[in-house]
């Protein structure tokens, strides 16, 4: 770019010369060139991306751009040719109204660029510049519908880049208005010889994208868009097959146009430099677009990713689209479609807090948006829910608004909603009282109506005291009836109105702190289940469900409690002014007794902390001791130590309730205490305000209605007492939260950014590994050097405590390694995004965990879109079909908890059922078989090493006969390799392994 500026005349003239704006009068085109500006982009730079709905046109005034168009079934960019001087870009998407151009400068560019509103205007107003638009086709707009047609005949041999030249040329485009169309009518205006693809708006029910079939379509046609529809028509072009093509497309340096010259005189515009990627839409979108993100895509994974794309921009997350689309194809590839569950673990991944529930379609507006939901056969974001309408997004029709009974009808009775949270921002100080603030702070409206209320309630409190005063002191002495009469009258609506406060107040305060404690509780357990294997390996259950029960208490403090505090703190002052203008001395002497009571608090304070927490720990101590006893019940009954059980368990109880026993004592204690100051600051409030009365300083009226005001007072100030021992044991339930709060999830910010894993081929690689669970214990793994190359089935035996399950786990990254590093095809697995990993990864145990919910549930529960076939095939190779049939109610048996109805072989192959089902790159198991007699593991080793075929199997087991086969085997001892090797080699050695061998078959015979 050699010229710093150029003259407005030189843009005219060269605008003058460019088609279609030679059909432009002189007047018009001068207009429009004063709406330009001249923008210069780098080598390298895009000027369009086909994710992004242009925000302007371009015409290149100086230099060249690569235009490219993105292949749907290779997921690919191809280079489809060079735009030189005096082309115009961008304008084909503003017209779709659909985004799909992407054109990259191959030199330094200059172009000229006109703004998308303005350049929609002249369209608009110049029928005969317009034309030129509406009546051709883009070549990116070709290549884009010509994919996605290729895409649905699967056709992944043909040159699409071929067939787009050929096609573009030939093309014709048609312009249906919008409104209702007969199809009759539409079709004679089409070529009946021609291919026609919509481009732009909805035929009834051909959206976008989609193929136009008259023979398929409804007698009437409501055609909807911006402008109505564009069809495309194209001839069947002859068969083209694709050569073999480079991974990506070039960037060429072509010879640079001319130009470049000084500037004449007269007014000149000066070339900026362009921003480094194309804007964000701000023009030509729906009048909803600032507030919500809307991104094209079409197919089964271009909508989901722009559907996250979306929720991204909405969020403030970085985007990263590989990560995402790595995710998306490996769940098509291994799921054969993407599920609702899918997608909130992409969720998850990049930062977001999801939820997944089944919503009827008439409690929608009763969500909190944004959600994700399946919308007719792609997905949709929910961004606006109110009582008449929503707003969505979906990746094929942008931004629309749907009311609540056209949702219904589409949606359908009901269905599965994403909820989604913001990211929780990472907390840089320590859990306490504040990490409650900010969802206090999401209903602070719903507070202040309350705290409003509440206020209201205190205040017509003061009418009781004050009208028995009246009533005293005038209309007794007056004995005027019908003066008590409206006084009497008021006290009862009074009343009545107090009443209905508190009924509103408390609905209002029910309800939202529900909301508060479902969301908070929540992320806690969100936080829980995402921390460290070795977190729940140093921690008993039993303490870590006490821990999350503290979530409710430590709520109704902050909200309830908190609140009386802050009401009773008010209206003190109120009722201690209001005793003031009674009697001076009246209210000292009332309130002598508070110096006492401040004193008796801080003294028994440090008492009642160590209590409230010895007693928290003898009761977490006693329920850990019960989960492990009932978890357990079928040892504790083999081993006939039920009594021994409850002697330990009333020990352990007896001790908390001795712990409970002092800390309501000391409590109890407190409060006879402050009840004992109470009466004595009652008895010496009478005896002062009899003489006062009996002196005349005061009415009898004003002295019981001072009595009545400052029993309020009194009242709140020994319900502070309790408040305060309830803010210990609420301090104390924080500390315990904090170890769950506080503990730094697996997956850091860090490693969400990393790289995904792509699809595993299976080459496995343990690169001087050593591992041990504590600190200062033995090495469970000593300096492991193994490699696997795709497709082996591994055998792993050795004697227990010898490393094999730990080297699984360490693959899992369940671990990490103390010191070396584990490779899977090449990639360094600690370096990798988790999810992309453990996603691609089928793992059964020894101790299968099966929920309680029917074998249909537990086998689909990894995959719960799966068909019943998909299911049923699943059950088979795992040699589970057969005993299932045989339950009580087939595969809609209840297996009880944790499988109890089921025997351990029948629960370990509904549990490899269920990893079949989905269809892992790389499976380990992990005694997998040991509860199955040998022909039924033999029958399923088979299975699996049929249906795994191509396929790395880690095999750990003790029977070495089933391995005999395995590619191969390993064998383990003190966290070490000793041998390795086939079947037959390892036997002829004459080793560990033989000698092993020949021990169980002699055991066998």
Known sequence: MTSSAVSLSQIQDFLAQTPPFDRLSETALTALVAKCQLLGYRTGQPLFEREKMPTQVAIIYQGQARLLGFDQRSQRHVSLRLAQSQEILG???????????????????????????????????????????????????????????????????????????????????????????????????????????????????????????????????????????????????????????????????????????????????????????????????????????????????????????????????????????????????????????????????????????????????????PVMIKWE????????????????????????????????????????????????????????????????????????????????????GLANPLISQVIIDK????????????????????????????????????????????????????????????????????????????????????????????????????????????????????????????????????????????????????????????????????????????????????????????????????????????????????????YLVLSNDITLGQLIAFRIISGNVTGSLLRFVSVWQSFQEVSMSIDMLKDVVDTPTETSEEDRSNIPLPAIQGHVKYEEVSFRFLESGSLQLANVNLEFPPGSFVGIVGGSGSGKSTAMKLLQRLYPPLSGRIFIDGYDIAKVELYSLRSQLGVVLQDTLLFNCSVQENIALSNPDASTDEIVRAARLAVAHDFIMGLPAGYNTIVGERGSSLSGGQKQRIAIARTILQNPKLLILDEATSALDYHSERQVCNNLAEAFAGRTVFFITHRLTTIQNADIIIMMDQGSVVEQGTHKELMALKGRYYCLFQQQESSNT
């Open 91 to 369: 304008w084909a998407g503003l017209l779709r109204g659909v985004p799909c151009e992407t054109a990259i400068a191959s030199t330094d560019v200059i172009a000229i660029v006109l703004p998308a509103e303005d350049f929609l205007n002249v369209l608009e107003k110049q029928p005969t510049f317009g034309e030129a638009f509406h009546a051709h086709s883009s070549l990116s707009e070709v290549f884009e519908l010509l994919s996605l047609e290729l895409q649905r005949q699967a056709d992944g041999t043909s040159d699409l880049k071929e067939l787009t030249r050929q096609a573009w040329q030939d093309a014709i485009v048609v312009n249906v208005p919008k409104g209702n169309k007969k199809t009759q009518d539409l079709a004679k205006e089409l070529d009946a010889d021609r291919i026609w693809l919509v481009s732009s708006g909805v035929l009834g029910e051909f959206p976008t994208g989609s193929r136009f079939l008259a023979e398929n379509a409804a007698k009437s046609l409501k055609v909807e868009g911006r402008a109505g529809a564009r069809l495309v028509g194209f001839r069947e072009p002859p068969e083209v097959k694709q050569e073999e093509e480079s991974g990506g497309y070039d960037l060429e340096t072509e010879t640079e146009g001319s130009g470049g010259e000084k500037p004449p005189g007269g007014k000149s515009i000066p070339i900026k430099d362009a921003p480094p990627s194309p804007p964000e839409p701000t023009t030509g979108q729906p009048k909803d677009a600032g507030r919500y993100p809307v991104f094209r895509g079409k197919g089964q994974i271009e909508a989901p990713l722009a559907c996250f794309q979306m929720l991204s921009k909405y969020f403030g997350i970085k985007f990263r689209r590989d990560i995402i689309r790595k995710v998306l194809e490996n769940q098509l590839k291994t799921a054969g479609s993407i599920s609702m569950q899918a997608c909130g673990a992409i969720a998850q991944s990049i930062g977001l807090t999801p939820q997944l529930a089944q919503v009827p379609a008439d409690a929608i507006n009763r969500i909190k948006a």
């Open 377 to 460: 056969t792609s997905f949709a974001i929910i961004y606006s829910i109110t009582e008449q309408e929503l707003v969505l997004a979906t990746p094929e029709k942008g931004l629309i608004r749907k009311r609540i009974p056209q949702f219904k009808e589409i949606w359908g009775e009901q269905g599965e909603v994403l909820l989604l949270q913001a990211p929780q921002v990472e907390q840089k100080e320590q859990f306490s009282f504040w990490w409650f603030v900010p969802a206090l702070m999401e209903h602070k409206t719903v507070f202040f109506e309350v705290l409003l209320a509440s206020f209201f309630v205190q205040l017509f």
């Open 475 to 690: 209309v007794l002495g007056q004995r005027s009836i019908d003066t008590l009469d409206i006084l009497g009258a008021f006290l009862l609506g009074v009343a009545l109105f107090e009443g209905l406060l508190n009924g509103l107040r408390t609905f209002l305060f029910i309800d939202t702190s529900n909301r508060i404690d479902v969301k908070l509780s929540a992320e806690v357990i969100d936080h829980l289940l995402r921390l460290p294997q070795n977190y729940f390996d140093n921690r008993r259950v039993g303490d870590l469900v006490y821990k999350f029960s503290m979530m409710g208490q430590i709520r109704e403090f902050m909200t309830s409690t908190a609140l009386t505090v802050v009401l009773d703190a008010v209206f003190s002052v109120v009722y201690v002014a209001v005793m003031l203008s009674y009697s001076v001395q009246l209210t000292f002497v009332s309130l002598a007794v508070v110096p006492v009571l401040a004193v008796m608090i801080i003294l028994i304070n440090p008492l009642v902390l160590r209590l409230i927490k010895q007693r928290n720990m003898r009761f977490a101590d006693s329920q850990s001791y019960l989960v492990e006893v009932v978890s357990g019940i079928q040892t504790v009954k083999a081993q006939n130590i039920e009594l021994k059980s409850r002697w330990e368990w009333s020990s352990r109880y007896a001790k908390y309730i001795t712990a409970s026993f002092k800390t309501i004592i000391t409590g109890t204690t407190a409060g006879t205490i402050s009840s004992f100051l109470n009466q004595v600051g009652n008895l010496a409030q009478l005896w002062v305000g009899a």
